[in-house]
């Protein structure tokens, strides 16, 4: 005797929507994609100044309301002090690609990077800041190769001792310049594969020194988190490595 299938619910699509989007991201943390940053400047030293690590010290309370620097939903594939390359210069950081149903599978070796759901996307900047470093004159390295130089990248500073990096960025998609001011929401640049990431990801950083380069912890607003029963809560500030994150819509 057969049993009939149970009647789909709301509550029951919701729930397998959540873990399937959950184990998208399970997989793409399976793919070689996270970059090693403290490796990205060769030789330790960086165009704008040494790279140093974390401050020891506690670091002042932070004056920035910081926002999640996309649109739509994403995963986090590293988070802070992960132990895999979010250590020293980049302790406090975080590694975000878009979020994609299960199933999806890793674009094959030789595949182009317009396949890779993070790349061309656009990053915002996450506050009102001054642009103190843009780098766009560096090449996408093909997926699932390790460059060998810093890739481009753009650092903001929005306060005294406070800059968001990001790293990554695609080849010719810069368009922030030393010294304009941008404003939350402002594209600076499209995800891409420069630098030594090897696949497609955006890597956001908080510092409080450019030169030496110093890393701080940092806190997001405005954002919030799937939960496995396809619900969404208010984020914590800290997003953690498996979580699947929006901003909160307007």
């Not at 986090?76 to 002090?81: A, L, N, P, T």
């Not at 766009?136 to 190769?145: E, K, L, M, N």
């Not at 753009?154 to 404003?183: C, M, P, Q, W």
Request: glycine residues 14%; charged residues 15%; proline residues 8%.
């Amino acid at each position: 005797m057969t049993r009939p299938r149970p009647k789909e619910t709301k509550s029951t699509t919701a729930r397998r929507t959540a873990v399937g989007v959950a184990a998208a991201v399970a997989l793409l943390l399976a793919v070689p994609a996270v970059s090693g940053i403290r490796e990205a400047a060769l030789g330790g030293v960086s165009a704008e100044g040494a790279l140093g690590g974390a401050s020891s010290d506690p670091p002042p309370p932070q004056v920035t309301r910081l926002s999640l620097p996309f649109g739509g939903t994403w995963g986090v594939i590293q988070g802070f002090e992960s132990g895999d390359t979010h250590t020293g210069y980049a302790a406090y950081a975080i590694d975000f690609v878009p979020a994609q149903p299960i199933g999806t599978r890793a674009p094959r070796h030789g595949a182009p990077l317009s396949r890779f759901v993070c790349y061309g996307r656009p990053v915002l900047a996450p506050a009102d800041g001054t642009v103190v470093v843009a780098h766009g004159g560096a090449r996408d390295w093909p997926a699932y190769v390790k460059g060998h130089d810093e890739g481009n990248y753009v650092i903001l500073e929005h306060a005294a001792g406070e800059y968001t990096e990001f790293r990554h960025l695609a080849a010719h998609s810069v368009t922030a310049h030393v010294g304009d001011r941008l404003h939350r929401g402002d594209v600076l640049g499209r995800c891409g594969n420069s630098g030594n990431a090897t696949t497609p990801h955006l890597h956001m950083g908080f510092l409080s020194s450019i030169d030496p380069i110093t890393t701080r912890p940092m806190t997001l607003s405005g954002y919030e988190v799937m939960s496995f029963d396809g619900t969404w809560q208010a984020g914590d500030g800290t997003p953690n490595k498996g979580e699947i994150l929006r901003p909160f819509a307007d």
